[in-house]
Structures are given as C-alpha cells and as structure tokens.
C-alpha cells in the first residue's frame, strides 16, 4: 500500500475508499492533487469539521497537492447531509464572509501557497450557472432512485426533503468534475457522512471524462463514551478564538478522558508514533500527555504564542491564580458597586459565565461546586445566600472562580 494511505490508516483517517487499491496505485505513480469542500454556513468551523484536514495536512507533506474547497455556491442550496431539517438560508454576502472568515484560520493552520496547497470556492463556476443546460449535461446522469438510496436523503424523507436540498448532490458532483477539468483533482476527501455525494461524484466524473476519480473518507471523531468530541460547556470548540478562545481550546485538550489521549495524540497533532507511544507507556502520568496534546493542538490552529499563553494560564488557574500568566485565563469584568453591596455568591457566578442559568447557579453552589480561590487556597461556598464582598477582592481589584474542578475565571471589579 502507498505509504500516504498507511499513515492515514495508522492514525484513523481512513472510513471508506471508492477503490482503495487503485487509489494506492495512483498515489505511487506520483503527486495527485485532491480536494476537500467546507460549508461556510458559518463563521468559523469547529474542530469536528476540522478533523479532514489533518487528513489533509498527512496527505500534503506526502508531497500531494490539496485544495480546500469553500463551498460559497453549494451552500446557497444547504446539504441534507446528517441534518434533519432544512438549513436557514443566509444571504450571499453573509456565506461570502463566512467563506473569507473560514479561509483566513485554516490559512494558518494549512498553508495556502498556491503549489503543494490552496483554496478555490464553488460559487465561482456554479453562481452563473445555466439551469437546463446544467440538466441537460449534469442531471442526465443521476438515477433518482439511486440517490434516494443513499442515507442521506432516506432519513430526510421521514422530516422532509425539499427539491433545493435534493439538488445539493448534483452541484457537489459538479464540483469535482469541475476541479478535474481545472486542476486534473483526482481524489476527494472529506467525512463519513458525504460517502454518498463522493460516489455520486465519482460516477459523475466517470461517466462525463471517462477517468476514474477517487472517494475517501474520514471516521466521524467521537470520545471513549460514545459522544461527538469537540463538545463544551458553551457549545462546539471553535476554531475562531473570538468564539473559543485560545485558553479555552487548550483547556478542553487538557481535560479529556484517559481513554481518548492516545487517539487524540493520533488524530490532531503530527508528533511522531514512538513519540506518542512514549507519552502514553504504562506507567507515565496521563496529565503530561495531555498537557502535550493541548499545547500541540492549540499551536496548531493558534500559533506557538497563544499555545504558550494559553499553558502560562492554566498554570495559574491550578495554581489557584498566583504564578503563571494571569491574562490568559478567561475573564469578567464586573461592577465593582456590586461587591461593595454584596454580591450574592449564585448571581456572581452566573454574571461571570460560570452558570448559564440561576437555576445552574443555585445547584452549583448547593451541591459544592463553587469556590473562591485565594492565595492559593480554593474556599468552596454551599449557601447560596453568601455574599462577595470587596475585600475579598486582591490589591488589583481581582478575584479567582472556580466551578467543578477545571472550569475558572478571573474576575475583575471595575
């Protein structure tokens, strides 16, 4: 097997391939240049959607060429792919921005230069579009029959599936046909959950050009207990750090459980297998490999600098908020004419985002959750009728929360 696919394989990026032995053959023979779409119905992705383009990233210091694909046309339509309802419709201006926003954070992380990796975005051949030559060339070419087959469209059938979200196959086959012509693409990667749209682009580029093109997929990434990884307690761990912030992503990768770190270590760093055997021998504390996971995957996608800020502060957290890098860690402003009233301890905790709710807040704090950190000491508080007061506040006007035991925030009273 072509090494490129080995070590796809090796560190669990390979689902399904169209035509596995073929696809080897061709790798071998020399550099093929490769696709992967993004829906920019967003502003960010998160690190779910992320997880191809480490695949990516293998693929290209293989010595292959990859093109990240904005899908600025396809998602006027939206993709029926793993939803269950119709997508909101957002105006193309907001899908060119979200395209330009998404472009930018995986210009970091990929590296656009315009050889062994660039970008392209689809609304470029399918905004101008034809719509009956379009059916007259493309549709002709598509079994209803077949495509309603595919699992996509059956558990959309059960909901609903409109005439706009069944076109969404037709364009996306489209596409590589389109790069084929263009750039002589040869191989698409992506997630599990398009197997259907790559086999019908597949079928598509075949039947038009007469040349075999290739269909591989990437496992959807869930933790040790079964859940969809990537998960927090504000939503998806975004890529965007105006979202989730660097300390934030780098505290997620330094909670994981024990049974995910070596799959993770795996998945989303590029350290090498005997390294990550050596982080994960038995008898090695988990918290260092863990520690190394979160710095490596937040360099990645943040840069070294945030990576090393982002370390500093959950130092100081742990360290009760003395030492480390304070800033870094998330933090409140917060009046400070509340705490020279009294600041009622379930209200402080939910104003500084650490309960989303009063109702959160009052568990929290009445099943032992809440503390106050300082010098070094974490106090917890079980009345939720206590109240903060400014001098408990330190000679910078600042003071440490902690819910549970990994979630903190530094308050500061203004």
């Known amino acids: ?17 169209t035509n596995e032995e073929g696809l080897s053959q061709l790798m071998s023979e020399g550099p093929v240049t490769f696709y992967l779409g993004v829906d920019p119905t967003g502003s960010s992705i998160h690190i779910g959607h992320a997880v191809p383009f480490f695949a990516f990233r293998h693929l290209r210091d293989a010595g292959h060429k990859g093109i990240a694909l904005m899908g600025g046309g396809t998602a006027r339509l939206g993709d029926p792919s793993g939803r269950d309802e119709v997508r909101t419709m957002l105006s193309y201006e907001e899908l060119d921005r979200n395209a330009d926003s998404i472009r930018s ?9 315009g050889k062994a990796a660039w970008s392209e975005n689809n609304k470029d051949w399918l905004s101008n579009l034809n719509y009956i030559d379009f059916l007259r060339e493309i549709g002709s070419h598509f079994s209803v029959n077949r495509m309603l087959s595919f699992e996509a469209y059956k558990r959309r059938l059960e909901t609903g599936l409109s005439f706009v979200e069944f076109n969404y196959q037709l364009l996306q086959s489209y ?24 086999v019908a682009g597949v079928e598509l580029v075949r039947r038009v050009e007469g040349t075999e093109v290739f269909g591989l997929t990437v496992p959807l990434v869930t933790t040790s207990d079964g859940n969809k990884m990537g998960k927090t307690l504000k939503g998806a761990l975004f890529l965007d750090p105006a979202i989730t912030s660097p300390y934030e992503f780098f505290q997620y990768w330094r909670n994981i459980a024990d ?13 090498s297998l005997g390294e990550i055997d050596k982080l994960t021998a038995s008898g090695v504390n988990p918290n ?9 995957v937040t360099s990645l996608i943040h840069g070294k600098d ?16 003395e030492g480390g890098d304070r800033s870094a860690m998330p933090r409140s402003e917060l009046a400070r004419s509340k705490f020279n009233q009294g600041y009622n301890v379930v209200d402080l905790f939910c104003d500084a985002g650490l309960a989303t709710s009063k109702g ?4 929290l704090v009445e099943q032992g959750g809440a503390f106050i950190v300082r010098s070094n000491e974490a106090a917890a508080v079980s009345d939720i009728s206590v109240l903060i007061t ?6 910078d006007g600042e003071l440490v929360l902690r819910a549970g035991k990994k979630r903190y925030c530094l308050v500061q009273a203004r």
């Open 390 to 395: 400014e001098d408990m506040l330190d000679q």
């Open 105 to 113: 954070q995986l210009e970091r992380f990929v590296g656009f230069d």
């Open 175 to 198: 596409d590589f046909l389109e790069l084929y012509r263009r750039t002589g693409c040869r191989l698409q990667i992506g997630g599990d959950d398009q197997w259907g749209n790559f």
């Open 288 to 296: 260092e490999a863990k520690e190394r996971l979160a710095w490596e």
């Open 306 to 321: 945030e990576a090393d800020r982002a370390m500093a502060g959950a130092k100081a957290a742990f360290g009760g908020g």
């Open 360 to 363: 959160e807040g009052r568990r």
């Open 1 to 17: 097997m072509n090494k490129a696919l080995e070590v796809l394989k090796e560190r669990g990026f390979f689902a399904q391939c």
């Open 259 to 271: 049974a995910d770190i070596r799959s993770f270590l795996l998945t989303f760093t590029f350290l």
